[in-house]
């Protein structure tokens, strides 16, 4: 627990509730006997703090954005990929309880497993140390210019972008195809290519199909514009 507040760069005053955010339901089950809590408790209310302070966040940052583009940005924000490259940041897998089903099916490098428990985490600081300590460690985390940048990145539409830009000329089709595919079931990694007219004009990778479309599209944008 030492090692992760030091990650976190805060110390619990109350340190059951971090033992709480780190325990999965797979070990809880499995340990009923010690009537151990779980962390999806946690989660529901570390979901409605992150989303309050990144609401706060957005609100001050961007005075001149509809409500519209504000909630778009904090779904972006708060998605679970977003706290995934969270977790993986402080390396929270390591520090997970989880039962031997888990343990053995990749559960440590699961990303809805590790979102879920940096939502547990970030309601944890807050019961412990108060909605300040919560936004504290959310802005170190998640609300840095960096990570806004990283945000905007993902909100951008390649596919709709390369599609305006053939349609320019007449008689253009635009395909994509799915090429390969590798990693365990949990943590795939697919790859995709966009042909123009039946012809390669770009390829990139994603961890899903959709996202590995995107990239490929921003590739064959970035070649087409050069």
């Known amino acids: 627990m030492k090692e992760l507040e030091k990650k976190l760069d805060y110390a619990f005053q109350n340190p059951a509730l971090l033992e709480e955010a780190l325990c999965h339901s797979s070990y809880a089950n499995e340990h009923r006997a010690d009537r151990l809590s779980s962390n999806e408790r946690l989660e529901f209310l570390g979901d409605s703090v992150l989303g309050f302070v990144t609401a706060e966040f957005l609100f001050a940052q961007h005075p ?7 909630t778009r940005i904090r779904a972006a924000l708060v998605c679970e990929q977003s706290l995934y490259e969270v977790a993986r940041k402080l390396n929270l897998g390591a520090f997970l309880w989880l039962g031997r ?17 940096t939502e547990a985490v970030f309601a944890a600081v807050y019961l412990d140390g108060g909605i300040q300590a919560a936004s504290a460690l959310i802005h170190r985390c998640l609300l840095d210019a960096e990570r806004e940048e990283e945000v905007e990145e993902r909100r951008r539409d390649y596919k709709t972008a390369l599609q305006e ?46 996202e590995a479309e995107q990239s490929a599209a921003k590739s064959a944008l970035e070649q087409m514009t050069e």
Not at 104 to 117: E, F, P, W
Not at 177 to 201: C, Q, W, Y
């Open 64 to 70: 001149d954005l509809p409500e519209g583009d504000l």
């Open 101 to 117: 089903g888990e343990e053995s099916g990749g559960g440590r490098t699961r990303t809805s497993i590790l979102a879920d428990a």
């Open 165 to 210: 830009l053939v349609q320019r000329q007449a008689d253009q089709v635009l395909t994509y195809r799915m090429v390969g595919e590798h990693g365990p079931d949990h943590a795939k990694t697919f790859t995709a290519e966009v042909l123009l007219n039946g012809e390669s004009i770009g390829s990139g990778s994603g961890h899903s199909k959709k």
